[in-house]
């Protein structure tokens, strides 16, 4: 399985992004995917996931209500939309794979990650 994100950049406060995370592999759409970010000088953190067919969701206090994590299993995609960005979102975000299929905030949990994506954010 190979994770490939993309969609990270400079925004201002305020701004929104939109990432995205292609999978390879058939097996994509039977696993919990999650987004986790690290920001300098700090531990992995996680931010959303989603269950396998998109039904359940699942937030980070620090992001509720701003981001929306979705995936369109027949593109093998994960996708995190990011609106009313802070400066304190500044971070590279990796997507990830479970690796039992059901859903964990813990990133030892995961066996498979993208290479990340940088999100700057202005203030």
């Known amino acids: 399985v190979q994770l490939q994100a993309s969609g990270g950049g400079l925004v201002q406060a305020g701004g929104s992004l939109r990432l995205s995370c292609a999978a390879s592999g058939r097996t994509f759409s039977s696993y919990t995917m999650g987004w986790f970010r690290q920001a300098p000088g700090k531990e992995r953190e996680f931010v959303a996931a989603?269950?396998?067919?998109?039904?359940?969701?699942y937030y980070a206090d620090s992001v509720k209500g701003r981001f929306t994590i979705s995936r369109d299993n027949a593109k093998n995609t994960v996708y995190l939309q990011m609106n009313s960005l802070k400066p304190e979102d500044t971070a590279v975000y990796y997507c990830?794979?479970?690796?039992?299929?059901?859903?964990?905030?813990?990133?030892?949990?995961?066996?498979?990650w993208g290479q990340g994506t940088l999100v700057t954010v202005s203030s």
């Open positions: 989603i269950s396998w067919r998109g039904g359940s969701t």
């Open positions: 990830a794979r479970t690796r039992a299929g059901w859903y964990t905030r813990r990133p030892d949990e995961y066996d498979y």
